[in-house]
């Protein structure tokens, strides 16, 4: 199992990642190297309908885009546990079969998955799931921790990767309401940490939305996920 410095500083070593398509391929690597799953499906998350909406996967194979993926994570017991929790979790056998029925789980042989929350602040913003493991993983208390540690680590990277690639129509105090819209914060809630009047907070939302072209909050946010500008 390996050690909370041996996945810092691999996590670290993301930060040398050209770009955020880069970022997020070398992510899953690093995910598939360190710990005894063999593949990886990345998919973002909103909390805005509770929507889990594919990015990329990793297998034996390669990479594969895997946009066409959308889940209402609700259906899904222990993707919803992960992200409510912000834990890792595992399940495999009979408890399996009773958490999962995934559109994107294609293979008979599947019978375990792990869930591994991305997790950057008090929100999700998004999840890895793996689904095929080596013969006897060992996914103890232990080992869910360091992947709980995995994702942490790995959102505030994330996180911080985009604020350096922020949307060029907006500023920078609108797309730091948009952020956390998607983060699912309300109006007073971003007033009270941005330290502003929710009358700002709401002003700051309708130039957003009106710059992209967008007819609502829910619009707007899909529209920066489109974009990449958040995830």
């Known amino acids: 199992m390996p050690s909370a410095h041996t996945i810092r500083e691999h996590v670290q070593k993301l930060t040398a990642a050209p770009s955020h398509e880069d970022l997020l391929c070398q992510s899953l690597e690093v995910y598939i190297n360190l710990f ?38 609700r259906s899904l017991p222990i993707i919803y546990s992960a992200i409510r929790e912000k834990k890792a979790k595992y399940c495999a056998g009979v408890e399996y079969l009773k958490q999962i029925t995934s559109k994107y789980i294609l293979a008979p042989s599947v019978n375990a998955m792990a869930v591994v929350p991305i997790v950057f602040g008090s929100s999700v913003i998004g999840y890895i799931c793996s689904t095929q493991f080596p013969a006897d993983p060992a ?5 869910l921790l360091s992947l709980t540690l995995f994702g942490e680590l790995l959102g505030k990277l994330i996180h911080d990767s985009n604020s350096t690639a922020e949307a060029p129509l907006l ?37 957003a939305i009106k710059k992209l072209d967008a ?17």
């Not at 909103?46 to 895997?66: C, K, R, T």
């Not at 007819?215 to 529209?223: D, F, I, S």
């Open 139 to 143: 996914i103890d208390e232990e080992m």
């Open 36 to 73: 005894p799953v063999l593949d990886a499906y990345l998919l973002r998350y909103s909390p805005i309908g509770y929507l889990g909406e594919g990015v990329i996967s990793l297998n034996p194979a390669g990479f594969v885009h895997i946009r066409e993926l959308r889940d209402d994570i």
């Open 171 to 207: 500023s920078k105090r609108e797309l730091e309401v948009m952020k956390r819209i998607a983060w699912g914060e309300s109006t007073k809630e971003m007033a009270a940490s941005m330290e502003i009047s929710e009358l700002t907070v709401k002003q700051y939302v309708k130039s």
């Open 215 to 231: 007819q609502n909050r829910p619009h707007a946010v899909a529209e920066l996920f489109r974009k990449g500008t958040i995830s």
